[in-house]
């Protein structure tokens, strides 16, 4: 797929997963180190959405490596939903501690009690700031450059996790500066950032659990693609159906076909219109190819 | 198959870990609102100290009285002596200047460590006395009793943190009174100058002279910001009656004190909010109310307490007259209570305990020398009568010096468990590490803590030879030597005075090297320093005779300064002392 000009932008290209990864870990340790030596409730809640950051990529990653498993004789269909499962398990873990954040941040402020954070953890917020942007020019460049519109749209998502650590800045030096409430305050909008975050990972796994439609996958747009893909081939794609196995695509792709040809030939149309979209999916996919007659010459007769 | 399950093993380990690291890090972010122990200390900013009268009248030392201002370390009381050695409790009617004391007022070593932590931007504490001495070169008066504004108090006035000192009193016929200064008003500009704390004003007020006009700007209780013009005038005599008067409002009758690290874990409290009652005078309101030695109040008319400078301070503002609501662990079960505050009796000013010298010493305990109090000393002593205990004949070196015990307290309890003879006190300090020693000073009980070895009484490591110096049997005598007086033969020790301490500290900034040598008093220390080419010198206190002869030797002078002698010469290298001016 890495059609890239340069050996290099690919290599680049297959280490975005691993510097995110990389890169979390590091913001995590770091952000928990400063948070809790520099007394920064603010901070170690930033650490916390960094673990949640981290947790999301670890399902995806455990997606991938499921669903790569063979399927067998109880599980015919393979194990591409257990992803969304994992997802739901992590994410109720992630409630309850998103909870926690927020309740003890508003009883600090409301109880008046004194969180005084050290200059140090300002650092800690400012470094994340510059890891998290330096991440997310990495992943925009090699994902412009692989032409890989999925992965420029994960950096710029993953750009947001940016806000949390920016209001840790402001908590910090504004408990610097004598408003003791601000550095619990910026706690209670990073607990309400993991609190956002887990309910769209939770949304997402329950409704892939349901076989919604991907959303980079409208019916209209993939039908108007495919019919171009197969303009050569005297046939019309009636429907396509998609659903998400954890990382793979599951097409059912329904065509129409004049009803006098043979089953020989039938194959040999499925099995072009399957090599055509599959090599054009940006995505591991698997596709189905349904054969259906003409519809006026397809009545059966009575 | 069973290959399988440890692929998934593998695969379930990293979330397993993350979450359960993410786990850690709730609990941690659940500490860092509660957690107040170690370390907690350095990161909070030090309440400045208490309510008292900017302006000065004659200078603070009458000269050849040779009196002298002991900051009693520890224990959050503030004494004065005088050299026949009457300590006069809660420091009020003393024949000292124009110095108002609060009896809960943070004096002394609890200050004194927040200095070490380096981060009160002016020496607080000594601060306080030091200004009072510079604000003693003048006589200009203005006649206003202003305190600093609370972190909450500037919240609720809408006004920026560190802005404007808040009038809380203004003396009838003084200056400040005719050029129409209401209780209430804030002050945010003096002469000119913006006005953010007490030892601001003090400073720009100190620079003036009787006669002189200074512009103010201030909020007045309407809202409105007016200036006004303030003629200084030559203090008045009554200015001290008037001090003791205002003092006596809201008075409740006990002396409480900081819970630190050591408390916490002896007494068994839950946490170290509020602060702990050390004494409650007999038939004051608080003994009335049934509060006991011990109690930990916890809030004050639904306002957290934080330390004894904060309670103090809430304290004295409410209305004398109106009761106040009082929440507090009383024998280990949360109660509240309503007081109402009464005015204080006259003291009758405890009786002196003078160690005997033909006193046998029987033992010793973190640098003091102790002895079992026989019943007639207890008489002699002022001691309530019965009092069985163990008597401090001689408080010598640290730790003692360093955590407040003073000659003649009698220490009644270990760690909550008496110590009537000399045998029960042995046991209870064997092993000892952190105790919470219960004494009674001047017939009043309070609490002295001793921390572990090594450690400060907040729980924080002390630190071990950081200092940068090292000792040397001889400082040569060089222009760049700053001589220190101690009270103990080393670094740590507590700056002395020259009436009572003869250890010479001598730092020689130039190659970090330090010396202690031991000094005379008057001409013997003026002779020492000129010896050594010393041109500076900082002390707790001196007389104003040797002050002038060492003026005269062009030595400058840093008096009033209390705290370890190490952190003093810190402070002096970073500009934060006022010198010594005489004469003007």
Redesign the interface.
């Known amino acids: 797929m890495a059609n890239v000009k340069y050996k290099a932008c690919d290599n680049c290209f297959q280490a975005v997963g691993k510097v995110n990864i990389v890169g979390n870990i590091f913001m995590i340790v770091l952000k928990g180190f400063l948070g809790v030596v520099g007394g920064s409730k603010g901070l170690i809640a930033d650490a916390i959405h960094s673990c949640a950051d981290l947790l999301a990529t670890i399902v995806m990653i455990i997606g991938i490596k499921i669903s790569g498993q063979e399927k067998n004789e109880r599980y015919p269909y393979g194990y591409g939903k257990a992803e969304h499962i994992v997802a739901i398990v992590i994410c109720l873990f992630l409630y309850v501690i998103a909870a926690y954040i927020l309740y003890d941040g508003v009883m600090t402020i409301v109880e008046g009690r004194m969180v005084i954070p050290c200059t140090v953890a300002v650092w800690g917020a400012v470094f994340s700031i510059l890891i998290n942007e330096l991440m997310f020019r990495q992943a925009l460049c090699a994902g412009t450059k692989a032409n890989s519109p999925s992965m420029v749209a994960k950096a710029w998502e993953s750009r947001t996790d940016v806000y949390s650590s920016i209001a840790v800045v402001f908590g910090v030096i504004g408990a610097k500066m004598g408003f003791h409430f601000m550095d619990p305050l910026a706690a209670v909008v990073v607990g309400l950032m993991i609190f956002r975050m887990c309910f769209e990972m939770t949304q997402e796994a329950a409704l892939a659990l349901l076989d919604k439609a991907p959303e980079e996958a409208s019916r209209v747009a993939l039908l108007d693609r495919f019919n171009t893909l197969i303009e050569d081939i005297a046939v019309e794609i009636r429907d396509v159906k998609v659903r998400e196995l954890g990382a793979i695509l599951d097409f059912v792709v329904e065509v129409k076909v004049p009803d006098c040809i043979t089953v020989q030939e039938g194959e040999k149309i499925k099995q072009l219109i399957a090599e055509r979209v599959a090599g054009q999916q940006e995505r591991e996919s698997v596709l189905t190819v349904r054969l259906y007659p003409f519809e006026n010459q397809a009545a059966v007769p009575a | 198959m069973s290959l399988k399950k440890y ?1 998934n093993l593998e ?2 380990l ?2 397993v870990i ?2 359960a ?3 850690l ?2 609990v ?3 500490w ?3 957690m107040n122990s170690v370390g ?1 200390e350095t ?3 030090p309440e400045p100290a208490e309510t008292r009268i900017v302006a000065g009248t004659a200078p603070a030392l009458p000269p050849g009285d040779g009196l002298n201002i002991d900051t009693g370390i520890g224990g959050n009381m503030m004494q004065l002596r005088d050299v026949n050695g009457n300590i006069i409790p809660g420091g009020i009617g003393g024949n000292q200047g124009n110095i108002q004391l609060n009896q809960f007022a943070p004096m002394g070593i609890g200050l004194g460590q927040m200095q070490l932590t380096g981060e009160a931007p002016i020496p607080s504490g000594i601060g306080n006395d030091q200004m009072q001495l510079a604000a003693g070169m003048t006589s200009a008066y203005l006649g206003l009793e202003v305190a600093d504004i609370s ?2 108090m500037a919240r609720q006035m809408g006004l920026p ?2 802005t404007g000192v808040m009038v809380h009193d203004v003396i009838p016929g003084s200056p400040a009174a005719k050029a129409g200064f209401a209780a209430g008003d804030i002050i945010l500009k003096c002469d000119l100058r913006p006005v953010g704390s007490i030892d601001q004003m003090a400073k720009i007020i100190s620079m003036m002279q009787p006669g002189e006009v200074v512009k103010f700007a201030v909020i007045n209780h309407d809202n409105k910001r007016r200036s006004l013009h303030v003629k200084l005038s030559d203090g008045p005599t009554g200015i001290r009656q008037a001090a003791v008067k205002k003092a006596a409002r809201s008075w409740l009758g006990l002396d409480v004190q900081n819970i630190d690290l050591v408390m916490k874990e002896q007494l068994g409290l839950a946490d170290r909010n509020g602060v702990i009652v050390g004494y409650v005078f007999p038939d004051s309101p608080a003994g009335a109310a049934g509060i006991g030695v011990g109690d930990v109040l916890r809030r004050i008319n639904g306002v ?1 307490i ?1 330390d004894t400078g904060q309670f103090a301070k809430v304290l004295a503002g409410g209305n004398g007259a109106q009761p106040i609501e009082l929440a507090l662990i009383h024998q280990g079960r949360n109660s509240v209570i309503r007081v109402t505050p009464g005015r204080p009796p006259a003291e009758p000013g405890a009786t002196p305990v003078i160690p005997k010298a033909e006193m046998l010493i029987e033992g010793s305990w973190i640098g003091m020398d102790v002895s079992e109090l026989n019943p007639t000393e207890a008489k002699e002593s002022g001691l309530p009568r019965g009092t069985r205990g163990i008597i401090v004949n001689d408080v010598e070196s640290p730790p003692a010096t360093m955590v407040g015990f003073m000659t003649g307290d009698c220490i009644t309890a270990i760690n909550s468990v008496p110590t009537p003879t000399i045998k029960q006190f042995v046991q209870a300090t064997k092993g000892q590490s952190g105790a919470v020693v219960d004494i009674l000073r001047g017939n009043r009980h309070m609490y002295v803590t001793v921390p572990p070895p090594g450690f400060t009484q907040q729980g924080t490591p002390m630190r071990q030879n950081t200092t940068g110096l090292n000792q040397v049997a001889m400082v040569k005598p060089a222009p760049e030597v700053v001589a220190v007086l101690v009270s103990g033969p080393d670094l740590n020790s507590p700056t002395g005075s020259e009436q009572w301490q003869s250890n010479l500290l001598l730092v020689n900034l130039r190659n970090n090297s330090y010396a202690i040598t031991q000094v005379g008093q008057g001409e013997q220390l003026v002779d020492a320093l000129h010896n050594n080419r010393v041109n500076t010198l900082i002390c707790a206190g001196l007389s104003q005779q040797t002050a002038q002869m060492l003026t005269a030797h062009q030595i400058e002078v840093y008096t009033g300064v209390v705290g370890p002698a190490l952190e003093t010469v810190h402070l002096y290298k970073a500009g934060q002392l006022v010198a010594l001016r005489l004469g003007g």
């Open positions: 692929e695969v379930l990293a979330p993350v979450l690291f993410t786990g890090l709730a941690m972010y659940g860092v609102g509660t907690a990161r909070e900013v972190g909450v943190n560190n957290h934080t």
